[in-house]
Nanobody
Framework: QEQLVESGGGLVQAGGSLRLSCAAS????????RGWFRQAPGKEREFVAA????????YYADSAQGRFTISRDNAKNTVYLQMNSLKPEDTAVYYC??????????????????????WGQGTQVTVSS
């Protein structure tokens, strides 16, 4: 059974950093695009970042651009989200997701929650002021 499991969330002060990981199991996701979304209380789940199956293309929401970096290690079936200069408004449950294989080719597709086939259970990130 395919499964995505996030880790690395926690409590951090504003200006700090966290690195989220999303390990996949049950199949090889090397041909799948991978994305990160987040959902704050009372808000809809929103796109944060995505990376193409090869890692050659990355996509970021405006809120993440310049502060967050998405990367992947296909040998480990894992995707990462390095988050720097964290702000209280980054507080949310962060979800990783997989889309594919070879399905998305541009920002609009990766940004769309409905594009994704698999989702993790989420990891809480709390940024204190």
């Amino acid at each position: 059974q395919e499964q995505l499991v996030e880790s690395g969330g926690g409590l951090v002060q504003a200006g700090g950093s966290l690195r989220l990981s999303c390990a996949a199991s049950g199949r090889t996701f090397s041909s799948y695009g991978r994305g990160w979304f987040r959902q704050a209380p009372g808000k809809e789940r929103e796109f944060v970042a995505a990376i193409s199956w090869s890692g050659g293309s990355t996509y970021y929401a405006d809120s993440a651009q310049g502060r967050f970096t998405i990367s992947r290690d296909n040998a480990k079936n894992t995707v990462y989200l390095q988050m720097n200069s964290l702000k209280p408004e980054d507080t949310a449950v962060y979800y990783c997701a997989a889309v594919g294989p070879y399905y998305c080719s541009g920002y609009g597709c990766y940004e769309d929650r409905d594009s994704y086939d698999y989702w993790g259970q989420g990891t809480q990130v709390t940024v204190s002021s």
